[in-house]
């Protein structure tokens, strides 16, 4: 993944206006990812497709002109039995591939037969010993044979095909309708846990914009603030901007940030979720160095704890060093490196995450966003900031979701 500098410095602003320019183009909040999700879609493609191929004009046409012909001279013509397609290709017929070869199959034998018995006739035509009636009653003989025979045939078969189509058709949906509604909350289950709530509205041609930001603020915006906040933030320009809007919703932030750690109760963070709620208390009265200190040891001890298995789960294992004692710093820019740049439903929550925490546990002597060894090992006032807190909730949150859900698979 791209690494921008994480700092509003002057140097990238030009390329953050483009960028916000073509956002503001899109809006955040149009085209919803899956509020139009059709379950059924693939399935109702697929039967239209069928109903397509067997309302098709020219095999009715066939169907009627050959229905007419063998009706009309069924009594005077004893044409032999016979079959275009065997039982086995029958059974092979369950797609509009196989289907179509059959009909090209039968209609090009059809038609050498009849030229031959043509190019037969008219040599008799040309001879001395025929007459011209009996060259057309022997044309019309065999010619009626090698037509009626195979097509009349491949006319009953089709008629039996389109039946059993039917009846598959209305079993599978049967079956795969009842299935899947009885599973339909699971699947739910799924997409809420795939794409955050809060960002379930932004429009995929947006996220390359999401990810930007929360790489320039160090900030992950999955599950908190609500999607309102987010649309605020999606169309301010400059990392100040969006710091500020931030604090101006601080009741809003901690409130958010409040309902999402509802969902993590996994007994191993339990003691880290209450930590991380009394953080967000301070954050809500306005003490946000405390927060801050108290939620980079958090973050510092979740890692620890969990965060570099749930990497190794969730990323490529080549991103990582084999050491099992390789440090979070390491862990995290591994696992930022993996991004190839297309919209990945299930990971936007990770990637988010881990891009905002590139620089979290790195040991630069610049503070660019959010560090927990500045904070640690260099307190001042340009390391302990009011933005680093709100940055520290939101990305505590988000980690703890993540960890839970990984420690419940």
Same mark, same amino acid.
């Given at each position: 993944?791209?690494?921008?500098? =994480? =700092? ?61 012909? @063998? ?86 078969? @089709? ?23 009885? #599973?339909?909350?699971?699947? #739910? ?34 599950? @908190? ?32 940030? =409040? ?45 620890? @704890? ?5 990497? #190794?789960?969730?990323?490529? =294992? ?66 302990? #900031? ?24």
């Amino acid at each position: 993944m791209e690494d921008p500098e =994480q =700092q509003d410095s002057g140097e990238d602003v030009e390329r953050d206006d483009a960028e916000a320019e073509a956002t503001s183009g899109v809006r955040p909040f149009i085209h919803p990812l899956l509020r139009n999700y059709d379950p059924l879609g693939p399935l109702r493609a697929q039967m239209a497709d069928i109903n397509r191929m067997l309302r098709n004009p020219v095999l009715d046409a066939m169907a009627r002109n050959n229905a007419v012909i @063998a009706a009309s001279v069924a009594a005077a013509v004893k044409p032999p039995q016979l079959s275009i397609f065997s039982p086995a290709q029958i059974a092979a017929i369950t797609g509009p591939p196989v289907w179509s070869k059959g009909v090209l199959d039968a209609m090009a034998a059809t038609t050498a037969r009849q030229n031959s018995i043509l190019e037969n006739v008219r040599a008799a035509v040309a001879g001395p010993k025929l007459s011209i009636l009996s060259s057309v009653r022997l044309f019309e003989s065999n010619w009626v044979s090698s037509y009626i025979s195979p097509l009349s045939s491949l006319v009953l078969q @089709a008629g039996s095909f389109q039946s059993s189509l039917h009846q598959i058709a209305g079993t599978i949906s049967r079956v795969f309708t009842e299935d899947l509604f009885s #599973r339909f909350d699971t699947l #739910r289950g799924l997409f809420r846990e795939w794409l955050p709530d809060n960002l379930r509205d932004v429009d995929v041609g947006v996220w390359m914009w999401l990810l930007r930001i929360s790489a320039k603020d160090g900030t992950c915006l999955a599950w @908190a603030p609500r999607a309102e906040i987010v649309a605020e933030l999606l169309a301010l320009r400059r990392s100040e901007d969006r710091q500020r809007c931030l604090m101006e919703h601080r009741l809003e932030v901690v409130e958010d940030v =409040q309902a999402s750690l509802k969902e993590v109760d996994h007994p191993d963070l339990l003691d880290l979720r209450e930590l991380t709620l009394q953080a967000a208390a301070c954050i809500r009265d306005g003490h946000d160095a405390p927060a801050q200190a108290l939620l980079a040891n958090v973050l510092d001890t979740v890692m620890r @704890a969990h965060g570099h298995t749930w990497l #190794r789960s969730y990323f490529p =294992q080549a991103a990582f060093p084999p050491n099992p004692n390789t440090g979070s710093h390491k862990m995290i820019a591994g696992a930022h490196g993996t991004y190839s740049g297309s919209a990945q439903l299930r990971m936007l929550g990770p990637y988010l995450l881990v891009n905002a925490m590139k620089n979290v546990f790195s040991g630069v002597d610049r503070q660019h966003t959010l560090n927990r060894h500045l904070g640690s090992h260099k307190a001042s006032a340009d390391s302990y #900031r009011s933005e680093f807190a709100f940055a520290a909730l939101l990305n505590t949150q988000a980690l703890l979701r993540l960890v839970d859900r990984y420690l419940y698979a």
